[in-house]
């Protein structure tokens, strides 16, 4: 098989370094076509990566007869059509979470998927393709750990990322801080414990950013969980943290606990100043994540190329964006919230 020809659609925060992925750093892929309603993108887009076509609606690029898949990185509330139209076309389809906004939308978009089976979809979860994580994930699955009992997860944008969200939040939806953020960390609370979220109690706090309020967004927000087994999750999620970017994960069980990042740490550097030890923190997603978004595509186009589905699928994003929505509703009606789950999955 040739190099598998790829349109990207968004090239924001998140879509340009998937276009950079795509381009330079996996192989086996060639970045085709980019599309995005900015002008200014897809004047980047040719310049920075050579792309030979442009676009201003997905439509359109979805038309091109030289495609073999797409990555869908616009706005999270385009991602059900998005899917739903390229896998219609015959192509294959990497989609960054999360995978919709509602539960209707993302259940008739499943349907498609699976009336596709030969094509590939694979949902960006990228975490789940980051060293120290597969790291703990295989300490647990080898019963390490014994059986868990409790997770607590950080995932918290750095403060300097704040002004650029409000616009992002202002000019689409994100579907609030927990289907936006707190997705991953939902995400890898079933993948650690292979089990669903059965409740869950949530609440948020703004404070130091009145413009959050105007968009209607939380600055932080915690969440309590329970799952299937009566294993516990305690997930803080934010966009206030002032020293950097703080993803942090910690596993507690039977025979043992873990932590994945306690300190979000930039690298193995300390710095001896007039501070005292200082050790630069991990500044944006981009950069603590840099090599699992690559590793994520590799897989993508792996999948391709083997005709295989990725381990990540669209019931993960069904079930992640249920949860993410029940703690919305618990914030809102200050309730503990019954999950809808599915035993299977198909
Ligand atoms: P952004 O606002 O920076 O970029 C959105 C891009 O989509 C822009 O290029 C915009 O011009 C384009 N766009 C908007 N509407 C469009 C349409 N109708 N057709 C074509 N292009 C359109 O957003 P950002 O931060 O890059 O987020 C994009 C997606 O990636 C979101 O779903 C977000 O949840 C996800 N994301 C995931 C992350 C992760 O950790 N995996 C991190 C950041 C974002």
Redesign the pocket.
């Known amino acids: 098989m040739g190099n598998i020809r790829v349109g990207i659609?968004?090239?924001?925060?998140?879509?340009r370094i998937h276009a950079e992925n795509i381009a330079n750093h996996v192989p086996g892929s060639v970045l085709q076509a980019s599309?995005?309603?900015?002008p200014e993108?897809l004047a980047f887009a040719k310049e920075s990566f050579n792309v030979s076509e442009t676009y201003r609606?997905?439509e359109e690029m979805i038309e091109s007869p030289n495609l073999d898949a797409v990555c869908i990185?616009?706005?999270?509330d385009?991602?059900p059509e998005h899917i739903r139209q390229a896998m219609d076309k015959g192509l294959h389809v990497f989609c960054?979470?999360?995978i919709g906004l509602d539960v209707a939308d993302i259940k008739q978009t499943i349907d498609v998927i699976k009336a596709h089976p030969s094509q590939i979809f694979q949902l960006?979860f990228?975490r789940r393709y980051d060293e120290s994580y597969q790291y703990a994930k295989k300490m647990v699955d080898e019963g390490q750990l014994g059986e868990l009992t409790v997770i607590r997860c950080y995932g918290i944008d750095p403060s300097s990322g704040l002004e650029q969200f409000v616009k992002?939040a202002g000019?689409?939806k994100?579907g609030g801080l927990f289907a936006?953020m707190s997705i991953?960390d939902i995400d890898l609370v079933r993948w650690f414990t292979k089990k669903e979220v059965s409740r869950v109690w949530a609440m948020g706090k703004n404070a130091a950013y009145p413009a959050l309020d105007q968009v209607n967004e939380l600055e932080t927000g915690a969440a309590m969980m329970q799952l299937t087994d009566q294993t516990m999750a305690i997930l803080v999620a934010g966009r206030n943290a002032i020293h950097g970017y703080h993803v942090e994960t910690e596993l507690i069980g039977t025979k043992g606990m873990l932590r994945v990042a306690a300190q979000p740490e930039k690298n193995l550097v300390t710095v001896f100043d007039e501070h005292g030890a200082v050790r630069p923190m991990s500044e944006h997603?981009s950069e603590r994540?840099k090599e699992a978004f690559i590793n994520e595509m590799k897989e993508f186009i792996a999948c391709i190329k083997e005709c295989r589905q990725p381990e990540v699928s669209a019931f993960d994003g069904l079930q992640s964006t249920r949860v993410a929505i029940a703690c919305q509703k618990s914030v809102e009606t200050s309730q503990i919230i019954d999950v809808q789950y599915e035993l299977h999955h198909s």
């Open positions: 659609v968004g090239l924001g925060r998140l879509g599309c995005s309603i900015n993108d609606t997905f990185v616009s706005p999270s385009f991602h960054e979470k999360p960006g990228m992002f000019a689409s994100s936006d991953h997603f994540f």
